[in-house]
């Protein structure tokens, strides 16, 4: 399930970066989740069922449903670099959803294997969202940053931790594939070695 290097024309700015995602869905629009009835709710219902272990939803996290990325107020501050990198991630998540279809992408997210603590659906769609959070990382900030511990950590910990419902509790399987998407990045000639 490993995704594609989208090296072709990969953008370096922001506004670069949302075009060729328009380019590729007409419909793809950015709304910011403060504003949003939805987004308040979900935030809400996470913050239940994960006993307030994801608080953070509706002010750090973006999230893409169907052609629609909702972002937190962080983003009107976030560097320009840093908006690429998050916005090259939700792009896989779209070609999911076009891959899929809406339905499938939902049930495959939010079902198997459990919706907590064991969503083995949620945590294949991230890892590949993921591997181009870390090659756009390298590209932008050098390999050095993906290799950064606390880097390392804080990605390791949305798999493992309440961020995302626990969906991989198997500490050593998701540092395993951070290991292996780094040294794939490293054999590939990334920047910052």
């Keep these: ?11 370096i700015r922001a506004e670069d970066c949302i075009e060729q995602i328009r380019h590729e869905f007409p ?9 949003d009835r939805v987004s308040r709710a ?15 939803y509706l002010t750090q996290y973006h999230t ?32 999911q959803r076009q891959r899929y279809g809406f339905a499938l992408m ?11 603590g064991l969503a083995y659906g949620r945590a294949r769609l991230e890892w590949e969202a993921y591997d181009e959070t870390l090659r756009a990382t390298a590209e932008h900030y050098g390999l050095a940053a993906v290799k950064a511990k606390d880097f390392r950590e ?12 626990w969906m991989w509790p198997f500490r050593a399987t998701v540092e395993g594939w951070y290991d292996r998407a780094v040294s794939e990045l490293q054999h590939a000639g990334s920047p910052g070695e």
């Excluded at 804080?154 to 419902?165: E, K, L, Q, S, V």
């Design 106 to 116: 939902a049930f495959l997210y939010l079902v198997p294997f459990f919706p907590l």
């Design 27 to 35: 419909g793809f629009r950015i709304v910011p989740k403060a504003q």
């Design 64 to 95: 893409v449903i169907g052609y629609t990325l909702y972002v937190p107020e962080s983003w009107e501050t976030a560097t320009d670099i840093d908006r690429v990198i998050l916005l090259r991630h939700e792009r896989v998540h779209l070609r």
């Design 42 to 56: 979900i935030d809400a219902a996470l913050k239940i069922v994960t006993l307030g272990g994801q608080r953070h």
């Design 154 to 165: 804080r990605i390791i910990r949305r798999f493992t931790g309440p961020d995302y419902g």
């Design 1 to 11: 399930m490993r995704s594609e290097p989208d090296t072709v024309g990969v953008p």
